[in-house]
């Protein structure tokens, strides 16, 4: 799977939007991830790294597993 040869761009968590009440994300747009810090949501990925990403920043992201 692609979550298996890219773990470094495999989404498992990151902040949610506030209309979006606990279910999984389901992709990288505003109304599933919640950029609330200076327009950039935290990010952590199946590789164990974390980042702090703008919109713009999430489109490699794989959020598919």
């Not at 040869?5 to 498992?12: E, G, H, M, R, S």
């Not at 990151?14 to 209309?19: E, L, M, P, R, W």
């Not at 009440?21 to 974390?50: C, Q």
Request: no cysteine.
């Amino acid at each position: 799977s692609q979550a298996q040869n890219k773990p470094a761009a495999t989404l498992l968590l990151a902040d949610i939007a506030a209309s979006f009440n606990h279910p999984p994300i389901r992709g990288s747009k505003t109304n599933y991830v919640g950029y609330k810090h200076d327009k950039r949501a935290v990010m952590v990925f199946l590789d164990g790294h974390a980042a702090k990403l703008t919109i713009q920043q999430t489109n490699g992201i794989i959020v598919k597993y």
